[in-house]
């Protein structure tokens, strides 16, 4: 049945019409801005700044250096929101209590945006490293506290029974029966919290920074250098997009049960 | 006539309701009495939602009745001491088939090298070798039931609760399986409490039948198929015992 | 009647159990800027926060616009951006998941948008849209579009094969596959979709105006950042806060009405 539809279909080489839309997009971005009173730099504009911008420095730090000062922000506010994160999402989904006292003022704070909580921490913490780490920390704690609280609110009773069943205590009902339950969804709220901890860095960045990703953004707004603005884009998402594939690995390490039949 | 032979569970007047949100309350067992004997295969059938489930709930203290009592020759066990194979298998989808086996003996602190021992000794048992490092959402499920079954053994437990075990398997599968379980039912000498809903599966596997009426539930019938094992499902005695349940259960149905 | 009372008492010590952690912290809060451990110019107590916001909903110091002024505006600008990214991301997202062609051609554009965070998006969308509402909607627009597409496309993925079957035996065409199966299918994932769009919009927006407005609750909480009126600022928190919870409360309203079969997880 499925052979016969295959061959009866004419062959469509999909492909070429993925080849066809980056160069239709890369093509009319080039059309539209190749005239020189333009404001957007065209693509190859963008990547000789890119090139320029590999050998000489920017406001006196190469560019490496922007981007692993934002990587550290990251990493050192989104490890402290993973080990603190879990650990309050693990509280509030299995101690009843302490759900009845935490989970509202969780619940009243959750909404408001990291990105909001700029002002007040840089009015708090001046424009050190700190603030921006908090900042990221914020947007990071979130989602993390929230896929683990449900996570564990929602182990399957079946499995929990089973471990009662064969005798686990309450210790090891949590620690090797509801927490390796909660993993896949721990990894998931790791993953949007590392997504929403760049963004977050970056918009920090932009607004208080002498450094970083997110400055070079700010200082090509500055100088009406969009050159440099591009090139900030491209290099954002190129970082977000390896670490994205770096979780996604990470994923298939910790929990190779999830990977079976797919 | 089995009243000379040793009670290993005394269920005696149980009753449980639950009540859902809107303060509805449903009866589900209402003064339910029962004897388990030991090593006995006790089939436990009755019709789709009649409680039987909770009744297994209660004897593994999963659960507390609202009135009656349940006693245990020798005291009430622990748990881990009572073995479980759940319906939906339940497995543990993060273990691997050997570390679901060796769960129980784990939580009690077992050490490692005796444990892959005994745990290797039951996959074989249930003839899952080669299979030990696979993990269960790789596995059919005739599969995964059996490593159920193993997980169950493992706990060295002398009663065996099994709730619609192969409820969920085709029915090819599920006949292999019926074999395998009184292979190794008999092997292992166990009490065993099996739940079904099917009469076929009962009146194959059980030493007594105990039909549940629907809720509130009781006991409202007992058959002995005093036939020799393996039974053959085609013969006139099968099918006439059969029939004889299929009258009562319709009547305990309406 | 025994049981209501207790049930009574029990219903007011949970109450009190949920409040507790919210009065302590703003005891605490309001001890820690009265005992001066934390200067008053930099933390605003909650008495303070209170009467500000008050005060806000009248006096347009010092900012030019009342607080109501600045929510308008911020929701208009957020809803705008938010209904064209579902508008155009969902049917887009559909398409892409049930038809290969659309998909080969949308997917390698939208991969190279993906990873952009909306907020680098600013400087450029000033150039383009200039410093009005236009680049701010379209800074939105992206932002909402991602997740809106995505989730989507991620539904119809997801359509459980069987029911095509079934749709095939049946003698249904491709469209009435994707119209009758893939896209009710696809409806709660979609609203999964639409809900983080909704709060990313939100976010976006404040970064926006953080960055650059003349009015919006972004624009009062970095002119009260200027201004070290922390008072201005904690008020603005709290309201965009608000906002985002009422609007995801709203939209959770409609996820009732408009897919009833849709099982709540809590």
Known sequence: MKKKEKTAKKFTPY???SILALVLFFGGWYVLTASPDSIIPTPADVVVRFFEVLKEPIANVPLWEHILVSLRRVFGAFLAAAVLGVLFGVLL?????????????YNLLRPIPPIAWIPIIVLLFGIGELPKMIIVFIGAFTPIVFNTYSAVLMVDPLVLNAGIVLGANERQLLFQVALPDCIPSIIAGLKTAMSIAWMCVVAAEMIVSRAGVGFLINRGMENSDTALVMVSMVVIAAVSATITFILNKLEEVLCPWLTIGK | MADNREVRIKIRNLKKSFTDKKH???????????????????VILGPGQCGKTVLLNLILGLDTPDEGTIEFSGGTPAKGEVGMVFQRYALFPWKTVIQNVEACPK?????KAKRREEAKALIKLVGLEGFENAYPAALSGGMKQRVGIARAYATNADIMLMDEPFGALDAQTRYQMQDEILKIWQSKMTTVVFVTNNIEEAVTLGDRIVLLGNKPSVVVNEFVPNMARPRNNLSQEFLEFRNVIADKMDLALT | MRIGKKDLLRKLGDFLLSISAIVILLIIWQIVVEAGIISERKLAPPTKVVTTFIDKLTNTNPDGAVLMEHFWASLKLTVMGFVLACVIGIPLGLLMGYFKPIDSFVTPIFEIIRPIPPIAWIPVMLLLFGIGNGSKVAIIFLAALVPALLNSYAGVKRTNPVLINVAK???????????EVCVPS???????????????AWMTLVAAELVSASVGLGYMIQNGRTLSRCDIIIV???MIGVSGAIMSGLLS????KVAPWMVKTR
Not at chain 3, 186 to 200: D, E, R, Y
């Open chain 3, 253 to 256: 309203l409609v996820e009732d």
């Open chain 1, 15 to 17: 492909w070429l019409l």
């Open chain 3, 236 to 238: 603005g928190m709290l």
């Open chain 3, 169 to 179: 035996t049946a003698g249904a065409s491709k469209k009435q596959i994707f119209l």
């Open chain 3, 186 to 200: 696809a409806v709660p994932m979609v609203f999964t979709g639409v809900k983080n769009a909704l709060s990313s």
């Open chain 1, 93 to 105: 989904g299995w101690f009843k209590t302490f759900r009845k006292i935490f989970y509202p003022l």
């Open chain 2, 24 to 42: 509805n309350t449903l009866q589900v067992l209402n003064g339910l009495s029962l004897d388990v004997y030991t090593n006995e295969f006790l």
């Open chain 2, 107 to 111: 939580f009690h602190g077992v050490d």
